[in-house]
């Protein structure tokens, strides 16, 4: 699964839906430096783990819809839609809302000998917002 598009593909459908954290050291290099929508500016891999485990312990059901993906030497682009039952835990500050939440957001990626080295993630956060808020 060396092709980047495959890659950034399996990220959000094994790593991010699924919520298979064993797959962190398969498709991300050991020392990943990530910048998010949220305000995270991390490194490494037990610091991603972290992060993953924080917003999906906040859904039930958590789905990442790649819509449009651009990949080019080593780079790739994808577009996605995020949505969940946001029900199991807080997020963002909020608490259980009980409510189907979905957002879009775009993710820029750089791999290195097959893993992603480095990520740089936006997310609609007033649209966000508006619905924890709603």
Do not use: N
């Not at 991390?42 to 990442?64: I, Q």
């Not at 807080?90 to 879009?104: I, K």
Request: hydrophobic share 45%; charged share 20%; aromatic share 12%.
């Amino acid at each position: 699964m060396s092709e980047p598009a495959a890659i950034v593909r399996a990220f959000y459908a094994e790593l991010w839906e699924k919520g298979d954290i064993g797959q962190l050291p398969v498709l991300m290099h050991e020392d990943v430096a990530f910048q998010g929508t949220f305000g995270q500016v991390m490194r490494g891999l037990d610091a991603f783990e972290a992060y993953v485990r924080s917003v999906r312990e906040a859904f039930s059901v958590y789905r990442c819809e790649v819509r449009d993906l651009v990949a080019e030497e080593g780079k790739v682009a994808a577009r996605v839609g995020f949505s969940g039952t946001h029900d199991a835990g807080p997020f963002l500050g909020h608490p259980p809302s009980g409510r189907h939440l979905a957002w879009e957001g775009v993710g820029f990626f750089t791999l290195e000998d097959g893993r992603i080295r480095h990520l740089w993630v936006m997310g609609d956060m007033l649209g966000l917002t508006g619905q924890l808020q709603a």
